[in-house]
């Protein structure tokens, strides 16, 4: 696994030890506790940034080694926004990375499928997974991005505004020009797979992709 666990359970990110918020730098002996309260958040935060689930785990273990090399930076108490930040950046590299690997491989890529049957159950999380995945990869990372914290990690949007560094006001109009494009992005997405699926799965009840029951729990593989 390297550096970090992914079943470590998380604490909503409070700082390793007592401290003055803001005004006091982590240290090496922090790292530990650094890893057991955010490998989770990291490791979900870079799947809706795009990480394909096969390079999550070292796409978090890249945050991680960001965070050891400048651990004397982190601030107490905004660990969380520290992480995040190195995360969308990694992110960015490794969503490029991947991009470049789909075009060498071309149709090869599909070799890479396990083609063997899942259970229902299962066949349709993974259905909603890919989705929800191709409706996020539409969207603008900043609009992307406070949608994720807000509906997969259920922040407030003052919790949001404090780990982005943002205006309330300017947090509050990207959610919601974020919840906009997600149902555009949504019914263009449904309509694709309902052509290209020759049994497509019935649509949730309210017409809409199910964000709100892919909470942070559910959304791991």
Request: aromatic letters at 4%; proline letters at 7%; a positive charge.
């Amino acid at each position: 696994m390297g550096l970090f666990s992914r079943s470590a359970k998380t604490d909503g990110g409070a700082p390793p030890r007592s401290r003055t918020r803001s005004t006091v730098t982590l240290d090496a002996s922090d790292l530990p506790a650094l890893l057991e309260a955010n490998a989770d958040f990291v490791w979900r935060s870079l799947r809706r940034l795009g990480v394909p689930a096969s390079w999550a785990d070292d796409a978090t273990q890249q945050v991680f080694l960001v965070a050891q090399r400048k651990i004397t930076t982190i601030l107490a108490g905004r660990e969380r926004a520290f992480l995040f930040a190195v995360a969308v950046n990694v992110a960015a590299h490794v969503r490029r990375a991947a991009m470049r690997r789909r075009e060498v491989l071309g149709e090869d890529a599909s070799e890479l499928v396990d083609p063997a049957p899942l259970p229902d159950a299962t066949l349709e999380r993974t259905r909603a997974r890919a989705l929800l995945d191709d409706v996020l990869d539409a969207m603008d990372l900043d609009l992307r991005t406070v949608l994720v914290l807000s509906e997969l990690e259920e922040m407030t949007m003052a919790d949001i505004a404090e780990m982005l560094s943002l205006p309330p006001g300017t947090v509050a109009s990207r959610l919601r020009r974020a919840r906009e494009e997600f149902h555009k992005q949504a019914q263009r997405a449904r309509a694709r797979a309902e052509r290209t699926t020759v049994s497509p799965p019935s649509p949730p009840p309210s017409g809409e992709v199910p964000m709100l029951r892919l909470r942070s729990g559910e959304v791991r593989r």
